[in-house]
């Protein structure tokens, strides 16, 4: 796996080379005493936000995923049924020994370079390789630093693609293909739905791989925080997921919230009990 890191801002670098220049030691220099100090505070942020929300929304993901079980008419829509489809495709072609890392290093990077841009950075140099990438911008933050691990960049394409040909062409007219005497019934969006769980799949996919490798992505705000924030996000863009996937009133929005309540509750009262 290559790897993929943001490099360093161009007012970040001059200041490292500052920093060695002076006599003091870069250790106990004061700009590196108030970075580990920063990384001090997102890892206690981590510690007592981060995660027990990501674990409530975790839980009740699999609470939820549990009802439409039961429900068996969720795992009959459309929508379920052409995402894991797609997914299922994506797991085949993994297994079959392809890897498409130049494809994922240049949604790494152009993650970078758009949450960058986002928030007002220049970009003074980007590329990409199967080997690795970098972005050189005047810009750092949690946000850019952290955005191919939190944005399924491909599946976003997706999504935008579909967006503007569904203004143009109803996506949901069934159509009929004739192949001989056999004529096969198609919907558009069941095409859509196939690329993003595709798409979804491999950023899941390369995100994991990714995550276990010394990134300077995760050092640079901390691992536990950082993987903590991937973690959550990656949860919600999944309950998003399931909630327009879900057919049913009673797995809707409110549902979702008076069950991530009630697991919050639940999870309040068993520590409560536990430990005091």
């Known amino acids: 796996m290559p790897q993929n890191t943001f490099r360093a801002s161009t007012k970040e670098r001059s200041l490292r080379r500052s920093d060695r220049a002076q006599l003091t030691s870069l250790g106990r220099h004061p700009r590196q005493q108030k970075l580990r100090q920063v990384k001090s505070m997102k890892r206690v942020l981590g510690a007592l936000l981060l995660f027990p929300l990501g674990l409530i929304t975790a839980l009740t993901l699999g609470e939820m995923l549990w009802r439409a079980m039961v429900r068996l008419e969720f795992w009959r829509t459309e929508e379920v049924v052409f995402f894991l489809v797609g997914g299922l495709a994506w797991a085949v072609t993994y297994a079959s020994g392809w890897r498409p890392v130049s494809s994922y290093v240049f949604g790494h990077e152009v993650s970078h370079l758009l949450v960058a841009r986002a928030f007002g950075g220049k970009i003074l140099d980007w590329d990409f390789s199967a080997t690795g990438g970098y972005v050189e911008t005047n810009k750092s933050n949690t946000w850019i630093t952290l955005a191919p691990y939190l944005l399924p960049f491909y599946s976003l394409i997706v999504l935008l693609l579909f967006g503007v040909v569904g203004m143009f062409w109803n996506l949901h007219d069934l159509h009929q293909i004739g192949l001989g005497k056999v004529m096969l019934k198609f919907k558009p969006v069941w095409f859509f739905y196939a690329m993003l769980g595709l798409t ?12 276990f490798i010394e990134q300077s992505d995760l050092q640079r705000n901390g691992e536990f925080f950082s993987m903590q924030l991937i973690f959550l996000v990656n949860v919600l863009l999944l309950v998003a997921l399931f909630l327009a996937a879900s057919p049913s009133p009673g797995l809707g929005l409110a549902e979702v919230g008076r069950c991530w309540l009630a697991t919050a509750g639940a999870l309040w009262n068993f520590f409560l009990g536990r430990f005091w």
Do not use: G, S
Not at 201 to 208: E, L, P, R, S, V
């Open 200 to 211: 979804w799949c491999f950023h899941a996919t390369f995100t994991w791989k990714t995550v």
